[in-house]
């Protein structure tokens, strides 16, 4: 479904990615995982256009993406969220999930304080609902995001990245700052979503989830692929345990 390959980052010198090549398979999820700075968010933005390599390609069912700006990204079935919160704070819940509506307009932002928005929003309303329903935020959505806690917050960007149904979702971190039971339902929704008929490609930190939830893995370390295969395939691998073991002795 999605292809990355051969796909080198360079940021002034510092090669952050590293002829890196991975292909993620429809209807699963696929995990990305490795050491901090391992170039994991830098794959993710170069996916998603914000970044462009200096070497190799990325194509989704075939088509080549290299073309496209970060926002048209959103037209081919593709959607994410950010390892640092990134929701608008003048927008209510509701408004903010509305904006990962927009797109199916061909619109921005501003779309939303237009005259047209209440044509556009009837028509996003019921879609808001069930989702915001999904993610148990309901009783949330006229708050401000500054008044909630960044469990709901995390839920509340999935919702946006969801509201326009799309088929590939790539998750940087979505259990990261959570605690147990808010790590329980991110997985929980995780799990819909596949079910669902999604794929997933997930960025997370915390193990216990990631080979529980991961169909495949990948694993990074100084911006190059070191190991890849199913949770227990890379669990047994001794390249992997010694980048593992490695960081728990750094921190
Ligand atoms: N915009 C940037 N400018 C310069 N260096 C960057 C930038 N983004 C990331 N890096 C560097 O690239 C490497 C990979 O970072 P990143 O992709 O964020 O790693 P990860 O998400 O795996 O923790 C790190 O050394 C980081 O410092
Ligand atoms: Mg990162």
Do not use: C, W
Not at 187 to 205: C, F, P, S, W, Y
Not at 225 to 236: D, L, Q
């Amino acid at each position: 479904m999605l292809e990355v390959k051969n796909v080198t980052v360079s940021f002034g010198g510092l090669i952050a990615v590293k002829d890196m090549t991975m292909n993620v398979k429809k209807g699963i999820i696929h995990s990305l995982i490795g050491p901090n700075g391992a170039g994991k968010t830098t794959l993710f933005n170069v996916i998603t256009r914000v970044i462009q390599p200096v070497k190799g390609s990325v194509s989704y069912e075939e088509n080549s993406l290299m073309d496209l700006r970060p926002e048209q990204i959103i037209y081919k079935g593709i959607s994410r969220t950010f390892q640092n919160l990134q929701l608008f704070s003048g927008m209510n819940v509701y408004d903010n999930i509305l904006s990962g509506y927009i797109h199916n307009y061909d619109k921005n932002i501003f779309y939303l304080f237009s005259k047209n928005r209440s044509h556009f929003e009837s028509e996003a309303r019921e879609r808001i609902l069930e989702i915001s329903e999904l993610l148990q935020i309901k009783n949330r959505l006229s708050s401000y995001p500054a008044s909630l806690s960044y469990g709901i917050l995390k839920r509340v960007e999935i919702a946006r990245a969801i509201v326009s149904n799309p088929k590939l979702l790539l998750f940087d971190e979505p259990a990261a700052g959570l605690n147990h039971n808010e790590t329980s339902e991110i997985r929980d929704i995780m799990r819909l979503l596949k079910n669902q008929g999604k794929t997933i490609l997930l960025v997370e930190h915390d193990m216990n989830l990631v080979m529980k939830i991961s169909d495949r893995i990948t694993v990074m370390s100084f911006g190059e692929k070191i190991a890849e295969g199913t949770p227990e395939e890379v669990g047994n691998n001794e390249e992997v345990i010694k980048v593992y073991l490695g960081e728990s002795e750094n921190a």
